[in-house]
């Protein structure tokens, strides 16, 4: 008998209005399942729809529902776990990359691993970058494995995610390229200039540009994460960066999610025109 789809599987067990309800999607991260939303009149089937998840993909240990939004300064989600193992630590792959996290108490989406590898793709060999809001170091390991950069210097605040990134770094051998910082981008002390410098916490980068530019020379390449109203791009994204940025040229402005229906995020390029 061929595999059963979620969906065939869940119509044995739901009726008919209650399987439209249920998403088409849910992310993945590592071995963990996770549902962004089920609407409450699901409530009373959350456990039979996530065991059932869990009887499709054999590769799925864990079903989760996410039960906040990104929140505080760490930006992280609480998740609730509906079935399966009771962790919510796990090991996700990523362009190579091994990225052990815990996915409550660190920042990680697997749906921007396109536009990491947009960035990592750009880093020349021998390139000296620095990764701002670092998170569990994800950009520095999808960097380190698919480019030459010299050196990567990560920056990052919260406490459990530098922890992660500390024992990622080891795992995927990268010591003597990736040196992580646990701290905050405002006060950090880093030594010299870099020539790529990655900025991705869309909610709010755009005041740590005084910091990028401390240790930016001419050429140095900044990529801003910012999130924007769907309306104002690119025009009003490029308006804001050259209102707060001066002596640069914008490269490029690429839309690499949706926050809301009305919100996206997108990256500037920018590159340095004088130190
Ligand atoms: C949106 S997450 C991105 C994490 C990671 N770069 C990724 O792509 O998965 C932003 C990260 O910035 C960190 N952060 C926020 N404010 C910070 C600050 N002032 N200094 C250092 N890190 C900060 C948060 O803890 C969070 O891990």
Known sequence: MPPQSFKEALSKKLTKNQLALVPRA???????????????ELKKKETIIAKTLLEVHSHIKTVTKKVSDHQGTFRTKKVRVLAGQRTKTTTHT????RIMLNIETC????RLSQERMRIAKQVKDGERVLVLFSGVSVYPLVIAKNSKPLSITAVELNPDAHKFALENIKKNKFEEIITAIKADVQNVKLKGKFDRIIMPLPKGAKDYLDVALKYSKKG???HLYVFTDKTIFPDGIIDLVKDKLKNIKILDTVQCGTASPSKIRVCVDIRVKKS
């Open 26 to 40: 849910f992310d993945v991260v590592g071995t963990i399942a996770i549902f962004s939303h089920l609407p409450d």
């Open 94 to 97: 990523e362009s190579g990359a």
């Open 107 to 110: 920042y990680f989406s697997p």
């Open 220 to 222: 140095t390449i900044i």
